[in-house]
Structure formats: structure tokens, C-alpha cells
């Protein structure tokens, strides 16, 4: 029972200096968030010792009287948390993660070497949605199943509907999977779903990215017009790190999709439940249900749109011109730097962003843009003027990267390298890691 830093001050002293970054630093990254502290000790309690293969009431292991109380509690806030009428759609809150989560429902829905079309990894889809490249499969979703991807229009950026439905009528996918990790615009569901049926295709939505403010109510929602709705609970949702599926219960064709969704999870893809994560997610759903998360929703969208706003009024080219969600693209090519030297540049002035690829880049590993996310700056409060400080900061860091790129080797290079290291160790103040953001 003695404490960490007793036990593991190793352990403790990583995780110290990993707080100390998250909370001097400017989290950008589209994929993050900062889970509430009730959540988190939810997700520290001694729920992790506790075995439970198997569904409330059906279990392999005895003394889960508890353990099915909360997953019924955590199925039901998470119908809640998304307006959905029980005797419609059902949930498995049992994921490990968004991966499993995604993989699961494939298996559910489609059989080995089945075909299935996701958005393609370049346009801003996910791993899991069927990728692969000339060279590899690698992905689970493209080695046990066939897919062909859909992509964007090259000049608006935005989903290519028509060309997705002439390849749809070619390709006959048995499974249509729409969500994206980078696309900053709003889905069409009504139009997928119109594609799907026309070809007698699943409709899969996964809304790993926007599920918190979908939930929200501020963006178009999936259920409609989906068969299943898979999402990631710690992105702006803002939850512990893992994942669930919606399915539907009430269609004629497919009575057994409860049970087929089920059993996807347990037994076919994973083993006993994360009772300690299934505890975090109820608390993190009782939290969006609250009215303070409609804000929090909207100030995430007011912010990216301020963050995008700033960018553009400096001369930068975004994809698709702006934002919908929490999500900005920004495409760096028109100014010739590399979105891995910018990313590198932000990491030394303490802003983490990610390198990602924009539509029309040659390769996956040098890709041209940059993937902004304003989920966790909202989470710490930050309104638009805020915002607008810290897109003023990313011009900097822009135009320090393009000043690097022609000195490498300079003083200025090394001078930066220097104070940003030492800030970086912690040797010098919050303030420091500051100035030399607006030096
Ligand atoms: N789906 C989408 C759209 C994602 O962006 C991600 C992760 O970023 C995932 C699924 C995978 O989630 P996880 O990392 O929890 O496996």
C-alpha cells in the first residue's frame, strides 16, 4: 500500500515530467484530450483486479455482482450521452481501444476477404478502415478483408461522394465505412446511406474523432443512418483510452447483430473486460450528459474555427479552406517546409502538433501539412483570443522552421536548440518556454 514514489520513484519521476509537459506545454494534437481527475481515479481503482469474461448476467467467472452493475450503468449513460432509444440500438462497452473496437465490428459485419471501402489513409481515414500500400498490407483490416479506399476531392478537399458511388456500383463492397482521423468537414450520412443501400452494403460510421460533439449535438449525427457506430472514448469525448460499438437492434435483415457484435468482441477479439476503463467511461458519459458539455462542445468548435481563422489571415493555405469540428489541416507545401521540421520546431517551443499528410502528397513519411486539434486547449479553458495567441505562436514557429531550413548548421539554429533544450529539461520556467515562443 506505499505509495508510488516509494515503491517506483522511477516510475513516478517519468510520470511527473510528463505532467509537467502536458500542463506548460500546448496540446494540439487532434487526437487528445485531458480526461477529468474523477475519471482518471475511476480508471485507478481496484476494478482492474477483477475478471469478468463474458456479458452482465452471462459471465465465466464468478463474484461480478458489481462488475455487471457497471457495465449495465455504463451501457445505459452511453445511450444517454447520445439520444438513443434503447429498444433502437444497443452498445458494447467492452473495447480496449478504437482499434479493437473497429476491428470487432468488421468481424461482426463481414466474413474473411469480404470487400469493404473506407475513406483512404492519405484523404484523412484510419488504419483500420482497410489500409495498405503497394508495397504491404498491414493492417489487419486489409489483410483479413478486401477493401478499395474512397478518397477526397483534390482541389475542395472535401469527400468525393460521386466517384465513392461509381466505385461502389464497380466494387460492391459489403461494408461501407465512413469517419476520418484528418478531415475537417462534416459527413453526409443521408448520401452514404442513399450509396450503401444501393448496394446492399453495411453503413459503418466511426466517430472516433467527433464523438464528443456529436453527443453535443453540434455536428450531423450517424445514427440515423448507420448500422454501426464505433468511436474512441478519449478523444473529444474525453474519456479513458478505449473504445465502443453501437449497433442497431431493430433491423428486419439482421435480428442477430446484438448478439453478432457481442460475440465479436468477446470471444473473438478480445478476453476479459477493463473494468477500471468501463468505470471511466461511465463517469466521462455522466459528464457529457451534463449541460456544461454543449459549451464545451461549442467553445472546442468556436476555437478551432479562431485557430483557422488566424492561420488563413497570415496567408496559409487550409485544406478545405476552414473547419466543421475541433479539427484544422493545415496544408504547408504553397510555403515549402515539411510538416516533420515544423512538428520538430513546435516541439522545442513546447507546442505538440502532428505531421500529416495533405491531398496530393507524394509519401506517408514526408508528409506536407500538419493536423491541429483545440479539444484539450478548450478542456484547460482557452476561448478564441487565447486561440488566436496560439496561431500566432504556429506563425512563428513557421517562419522560425523556414528561417532553420536555409541556416542549418547556424547559430540561430543552435542558439534555439539550446534554449529550448533546457527548457525542455525544466531547468528554466513556464515563462521562458514562453518568451521564447513569442521572442
Ligand atoms: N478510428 C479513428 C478514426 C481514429 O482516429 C483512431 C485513432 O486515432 C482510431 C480509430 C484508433 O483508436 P485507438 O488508438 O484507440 O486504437
Redesign the pocket.
Given at each position: 500500500y506505499a505509495p508510488l514514489a516509494e515503491i517506483d520513484p522511477e516510475v513516478k519521476n517519468i510520470i511527473d515530467k510528463e505532467t509537467w509537459r502536458q500542463f506548460t506545454g500546448l496540446e494540439l494534437i487532434a487526437?487528445e484530450n485531458l480526461t477529468s481527475k474523477a475519471a482518471m481515479e475511476a480508471n485507478g481503482s481496484i476494478l482492474t483486479n477483477k475478471y469478468s469474461e463474458g456479458l452482465p448476467n452471462a459471465r465465466y467467472y464468478g463474484g461480478n455482482e458489481y462488475i455487471d452493475e457497471l457495465e449495465v450503468l455504463c451501457r445505459k449513460r452511453a445511450l444517454e450521452a447520445f439520444h438513443l432509444d434503447a429498444s433502437q440500438w444497443g452498445v458494447n462497452v467492452q473495447p480496449y481501444?478504437?482499434?479493437?473496437?473497429?476491428f470487432a465490428a468488421l468481424t461482426a459485419l463481414i466474413q474473411p476477404q469480404d470487400r469493404l471501402m473506407g475513406l483512404g489513409l492519405p484523404d484523412g481515414?484510419?488504419?483500420?478502415?482497410g489500409y495498405y500500400t503497394a508495397k504491404k498490407k498491414m493492417t489487419a483490416s486489409s489483410i483479413y478483408f478486401q477493401s478499395l479506399p474512397y478518397s477526397i476531392i483534390p482541389d475542395s478537399g472535401l469527400i468525393d461522394y460521386e466517384k465513392l458511388a461509381a466505385q461502389a456500383k464497380i466494387y460492391k463492397p459489403k461494408l461501407i465505412i465512413c469517419?476520418?482521423?484528418a478531415y475537417p468537414r462534416d459527413w453526409d450520412y443521408a448520401r452514404l446511406k442513399e450509396i450503401a443501400s444501393k448496394e446492399g452494403a453495411w453503413l459503418m460510421a466511426?466517430i472516433?474523432?467527433t464523438s464528443g460533439l456529436i453527443a453535443a449535438q453540434e455536428l450531423n449525427s450517424p445514427f440515423e443512418y448507420c448500422d454501426v457506430v464505433?468511436t474512441?472514448t478519449?478523444?473529444t469525448l474525453r474519456g479513458p483510452?478505449?473504445?465502443l460499438i453501437f449497433f442497431r437492434k431493430d433491423l428486419e435483415h439482421a435480428k442477430d447483430l446484438e448478439k453478432r457484435v457481442n460475440d465479436a468482441v468477446f470471444p473473438a477479439c478480445q478476453g476479459g473486460p477493463h473494468n477500471n476503463t468501463i468505470a471511466a467511461i461511465a463517469t466521462s458519459l455522466k459528464q457529457v450528459a451534463q449541460p456544461e458539455w454543449k459549451a464545451y462542445a461549442k467553445q472546442v468548435i468556436a476555437n478551432a474555427r479562431a485557430l483557422s481563422e488566424t492561420l488563413v489571415g497570415h496567408g496559409y493555405k487550409l485544406q478545405t479552406g476552414g473547419t466543421d469540428n475541433h479539427l484544422v489541416l493545415w496544408d504547408l507545401r504553397p510555403i515549402g517546409v515539411t510538416g516533420s521540421k515544423v512538428e520538430k520546431v513546435c516541439d522545442l517551443m513546447g507546442i505538440t502538433i502532428n505531421k500529416n499528410a495533405v491531398s496530393g502528397d507524394a509519401s506517408a513519411q514526408v508528409p506536407g501539412g500538419i493536423r491541429l486539434g483545440t479539444s484539450a486547449l478548450t478542456s484547460r479553458d482557452m476561448r478564441e483570443d487565447d486561440i488566436r495567441q496560439v496561431g500566432e505562436f504556429l506563425h512563428r514557429a513557421v517562419q522560425i522552421s523556414l528561417v532553420l531550413q536555409k541556416e542549418a548548421g547556424s547559430k540561430l539554429l543552435k542558439d534555439f536548440v539550446r534554449v529550448a533544450t533546457t527548457a525542455e529539461e525544466g531547468k528554466v520556467g513556464h515563462q521562458q518556454v514562453r518568451d521564447l515562443r513569442t521572442e
Open positions: 487526437s481501444s478504437g482499434s479493437t473496437a473497429n481515414g484510419h488504419l483500420t478502415h469517419g476520418a482521423s466511426d472516433a474523432h464505433t474512441t478519449h478523444k483510452r478505449a473504445g
